[in-house]
Antibody, heavy 117, light 112 residues
């Protein structure tokens, strides 16, 4: 059974850093495209970042240069390193699998990141 | 970026009736090589992650009741919920995954 279990959210001051973790079971994280999506309180879904199976990465303009997506194949885990955090980064962050035909078919439970002083 | 626009923003439907949600993309998400539109629909209930309902515009994900149907091609798409049940109360999102960034519509809230 495919499972994505997230951890790492919390309260952080503006300008601070946080790393989100998405532990994957049921398939090798290296063989899939993996993505991060966020949802600000009371708002819609916003795509944040993606890592392809080959290792190339893509970012939304709103986080480019501040966030870094990566994976550890030995731990079968996906990460999102978030630096220079701003209040507008406050959101629930979801990891998800992306399959080229099936779209975002498996999702983590979400983790809340609150950027506030 | 491709802009996805849903209508309406919200709708109230009586139990057993039909809900219709429209989604329009600012450019075509149709891939001529396989004659498929790269459009997905998601359901998000309060406090839960999104759940995939349809991909390729009209292919129902496993386990999704056949009361739900997806249609459309190119730039115009529709999600239809027939015989609405209380458990269908949620926000529904369309998403294009033809190009990166894979953009979402703003969501449509369905209430009873």
């Amino acid at each position: 059974e495919v499972q994505l279990v997230q951890s790492g959210g919390g309260l952080i001051q503006p300008g601070g850093s946080l790393r989100l973790t998405c532990a994957v079971s049921g398939f090798p994280v290296s063989s899939n495209y993996m993505t991060w999506v966020r949802q600000a309180p009371g708002k819609g879904l916003e795509w944040v970042s993606m890592i392809y199976s080959g290792g190339s990465t893509h970012y939304a303009d709103s986080v480019k240069g501040r966030f870094t997506i990566s994976r550890d194949n030995s731990k079968n885990t996906l990460y999102l390193q978030m630096n220079s955090l701003r209040s507008e980064d406050t959101a629930v962050y979801y990891c998800a699998t992306f399959r080229l035909i099936v779209a975002f078919d498996k999702w983590g439970q979400g983790t809340l990141v609150t950027v506030s002083s | 970026d491709i802009v996805m626009t849903q209508s309406p923003d919200s709708l109230a439907v009586s139990l057993g009736e039909t809900a219709t949600i429209n989604c329009k993309s600012s450019e075509s998400v149709f891939f001529s090589s396989n004659n498929k539109s790269y459009l997905a629909w998601y359901q998000q209930k309060a406090g839960q992650p999104p759940k995939l309902l349809f991909y390729l515009a009209s292919t129902r994900e496993s386990g999704v009741p056949d009361r739900f149907s997806g249609s459309g091609s190119g730039t115009d798409f529709t999600l239809t919920i027939s015989r609405l049940q209380a458990e269908d109360v949620a926000v529904y999102y369309c998403q294009q995954y033809y190009l990166t960034p894979q953009t979402f519509g703003q969501g449509t809230k369905v209430e009873i």
